[in-house]
């Protein structure tokens, strides 16, 4: 499985944290990497200060904050292999995998001991098949040999190791089961493990057995773990690290990186915005969560994935007015929905107990639930929420809501109505149940920006019968006098209402007042298609004309064939051998280990001292007796089993390994097993040195690419701009100056810094310009060129109007010299000049040569 782009950021961050933690210890790790600009900027809004566990005072324990829908499972799954090689030094880790719930417990150790499941496929490819799952019920099935070949994973809860349930789960009990994993323990480890009374030796419990093999602790919602009963807990099992995973982290979580939610709308995870409509009474509430529902399902069958949308209810408790009884009658007997389609999950009942809600033959679309969803329950085929709660007050809703996030197939719709959520809740006012729904998704991992700009009025026009009428006409159903209406709404002889330019609030309010009293459902509709008429009027953006904006692509020629000017493509053209690229004679500055007698190893990694403390080979590998017979070979063949590259065929990798080891051991007379107690720190060294090579050999590609390759632009493959292409923005305030040539309008201008807003004006403000763009960073539809190793995302990007595409970099002085800003310079410039004049390319400084932004703009457009 492909991981997504946030996903692999935070396994780097993972890596590199505790790669420092070999260095400088785990806390002042974490303030390293935390301090760094992109990282500090993620967690501006998160308290943080690194909390030390008195109970684990050496153990690095951190956290990863993924919005609900991010995969953080697949996340954790990754990162088992990087924990395991780059602190514990270990090919075969022990983990305890810790879930909230027994339901969860359940089903995580179902889908990871499931050889098709996407988790266990992860594990299976890091590990090469040597993997082992147990459900904390088949402890006693573990033996030796499991632990001493193959990544053991254990799910469990925590409170299964709280003190007070050793009689539910014994993990604390002397169980003769395990005896066979104590016989050979060194008495040495016996530091810290609870003793059988009378005895020296430990008890044969399972919370020795971990503390024994220091595992790795995985902790899923670990907002809910933070209590000192949790420390404790964690402290008795003597965990190697500790990595948790939340949507909500507390403050002494120890929050190392935080993921956006706008990143996971991006790699298409989750459903956004959230269409939200309110209504008074909890009838029309259903009733339109229902049409909904049924218009979604019209749709899919434009989709080539089978989905059939499902209806959340969420109905009030057994003692209030709309309980589960209540909404089950009203659907079958009021809105005529057969019963096979319906199911309840509650405390009570649960009818979706064995049902694969995915499947095609199964005839379910609406659930019925009050709160028991919130655990264990999952299905991107739900699309819309109905709750008849009080969203405000209760705490399901943001569960709920998170259900119908995800996104069937993690893969955008090309339906855009399939790429939303929807929810229908009763209230007065749409402010009070929008603000209610931005503090669910808050609770769900959002920031308070995205939150707020996930949470749309629903346009009830769509769910019409008529909805393909133009913005300004409303069909009635209710007869009414053309005498009785105002000037600026004319009825046509089609019963047709349509409203003029300059209708106001007053006007359609006559009409309004006429029309309850016999349909106060019709009324409600009319009034919400005259808000959305208004809103529309206000602001008609060039997005909304149809007006098309595309910018064209670079592309380059090799061998008579244009390909995209892409930095994985140009670096396919290049034919780069690792041994051409990359050292093969580390030298003692590069690599070196000694031997200390009676304090173990010193690893010496450019220039950095890695301390092995613990004595004895044993202690270090303790299920590697035949160290001493290790044989270059053995060694070789280990190093291509875990580094091996997508790029590089395996017999030019074993060729490069064999020159590397042949320098270590001929000319730098390094021992075999040396070598082999300091392979994970050797690893990283060769894994790096890749790294630089790889980098080497992608910037002589580019050089190719920039000097000899002929470039053009192409029109027809270009980045064609879209309404709705930036669905999830974090909102710019724009202050005193009113946006009025925003492509997408200005309430879709993603945020800006004070001097990058002034320059947003200048094209806003300027004659030649007919619309333009705010270019959002590392998004799937913006508008992009090439670098040797990425893409740039200009900031700006403008239509003249003489038709010439106009792309604006701004950056300010402090970085306007640096390398980078050369480098995007020229790839600039590159474009332009392969435009043929059909493009033009400008970074613009606060100050330049004595010349404003504005002299810069303008003197850019004028250039001919």
């Not at 909230?100 to 001991?113: S, V």
């Amino acid at each position: 499985m492909q991981l997504k782009r946030y996903q692999q950021n935070c396994l780097n961050v993972l890596q590199s944290y505790f790669e420092r933690c070999l260095i400088v210890g785990h806390e002042a790790a974490f303030k390293q990497i935390t301090s760094e600009n992109d990282i500090s900027d993620r967690l501006v809004n998160i308290k943080n200060a690194y909390t030390v566990w008195n109970s684990i005072p050496n153990t690095p324990r951190v956290c990863i904050k993924v919005p609900t829908g991010g995969g953080k499972t697949i996340i954790a799954a990754h990162a088992i292999k990087t924990v395991s090689h780059t602190w514990c030094n270990k090919d075969y880790p022990l983990v305890l995998w810790f879930v909230p719930t027994d339901t969860i417990r359940k089903q995580t150790a179902e889908a990871l001991k499931n050889h098709r499941h996407s988790y266990r496929m992860a594990l299976n490819d890091q590990f090469e098949g040597k993997v082992k799952i147990y459900d904390l019920d088949e402890k006693f099935n573990i033996r030796p040999s499991d632990i001493e070949e193959n990544a053991c994973i254990i799910v469990s809860t925590i409170q299964s190791f709280v003190k007070a349930n050793t009689d539910k789960y014994n993990v604390y009990k002397d169980n003769e089961n395990l005896e066979g994993h104590f016989v050979k323990m060194s008495p040495a480890k016996y530091m810290g493990m609870e003793t059988k009374e009378g005895k020296t030796r430990p008890q044969y419990s399972f919370s020795n057995l971990l503390h024994y093999h220091n595992p790795i602790l995985i902790i899923d919602e670990a907002h809910k773990v933070v209590t000192e009963l949790s420390q404790g807990t964690q402290g008795r099992l003597n965990p190697a690290a500790i990595i948790e995973f939340t949507a909500t982290p507390k403050d002494n979580n120890n929050t190392l990186y935080n993921v956006y939610a706008s990143e996971l709308k991006e790699e298409e995870m989750i459903k956004l915005p959230i269409s939200l409509m309110v209504h008074i009474n909890w009838e029309q509430a259903i009733d339109s969560a229902i049409t909904r529902r049924a218009a979604l399902e019209k749709d899919c069958k434009n989709e080539k994935e089978y989905i059939r949308p499902i209806l959340l209810f969420q109905a009030q408790s057994k003692d209030k007015d709309i309980n589960v009884e209540v909404l089950k009658n009203y659907l079958l007997e009021n809105a005529n929905i057969p019963e096979h389609e319906v199911k309840i999950a509650t405390g009570e009942q649960k009818e979706l107990d064995g049902v694969d809600v995915s499947d095609p033959n199964e005839p379910v679309r609406y659930i019925i639930t009050v709160e028991a969803l919130k655990e264990g329950w999952d299905c991107p085929f739900a699309y819309v929420l109905c709750s008849l709660a009080n969203v405000k007050s209760d705490t399901s809703v943001a569960q709920l809501l998170g259900r119908v996030m995800r996104m069937p197939y993690a893969k955008t719709r090309k339906t855009p109505t399939l790429n939303k959520a929807y929810a229908y809740v009763v209230s007065p006012h749409f402010s009070d149940a929008a603000s209610a729904l931005t503090d669910k998704l808050i609770q769900k991992g959002f920031n308070e920006d995205e939150a707020r700009a996930s949470i749309q009025q629903e346009n009830q026009g769509e769910l019409d019968p008529n909805w393909s009428l133009p913005y300004n006409a409303f069909k009635l159903e209710t007869k009414i006098d053309k005498k009785d209406l105002p000037e600026n709404i004319e009825l046509g002889n089609d019963n047709i209402l349509r409203f003029h330019d300059n209708a106001t609030e007053e006007n359609i309010k006559v009409v309004y007042d006429k029309i309850n009293k016999e349909n106060p459902k019709e009324a409600s509709s009319l009034k919400q298609k005259f808000d959305i008429f208004k809103k529309i009027k206000d602001e008609v953006t060039p997005a909304d004309k149809g007006n098309k904006f595309v910018v064209p692509r670079l592309m380059f020629e090799l061998n008579g064939q244009l390909d995209f000017a892409d930095p994985h493509i140009i670096f396919d053209y290049y034919d780069w051998r690792i041994k051409n690229e990359a050292k093969t004679h580390l030298e003692k500055e590069d690599f070196s280990i000694e031997e200390t007698p009676g304090q173990g190893f010193s690893i010496d990694l450019n220039g950095n001292k890695l301390q092995y403390k613990h004595t004895g080979k044993d202690q270090y590998l303790p299920y590697m007796s035949d160290i001493d017979v290790w044989q270059p070979i053995n060694l070789i063949h280990w190093l291509d089993q875990n580094i091996r590259q997508p790029d590089i065929t395996q017999a030019e990798m074993i060729e490069w390994l064999q020159m590397v080891i042949e320098y270590l051991v001929e000319k730098r007379k390094i021992q075999i097993p040396h070598l082999v107690i300091a392979k994970f720190a050797l690893l990283n060294k060769l894994q790096s040195i890749i790294a630089e090579a790889r980098k080497k050999a992608q910037n002589k590609s580019y050089a190719l690419f920039q000097n000899e390759y002929r470039k053009t632009i192409d029109f027809d493959n270009g980045f064609e701009f879209k309404k709705g292409m930036y669905d999830v923005i974090i909102p710019h305030p724009s202050g005193n100056y009113e946006f009025t040539k925003h492509y997408l309008g200005s309430s879709q201008i993603c945020l800006m810094n004070k001097e990058e807003a002034q320059c947003a004006q200048i094209i806003d403000s300027s004659e030649k310009v007919e619309y333009w763009l705010r270019n959002i960073d590392r998004h799937s539809a913006s508008f992009r060129l090439p670098t040797s190793t990425d893409y740039f995302y200009p900031d700006f990007v403008a239509k003249l109007t003489d038709d010439r595409i106009f792309v604006i970099e701004y950056k300010g002085s402090h970085i306007a010299t640096s390398q980078d800003t050369k480098d995007k310079e020229a790839i600039g410039q590159t474009w332009e000049k392969a435009s043929n004049k059909k493009g033009l390319f400008l970074i613009v400084e606060k100050e330049k040569n004595g010349k404003s932004m504005e002299q810069q703009i303008n003197e850019k457009i004028n250039y001919k």
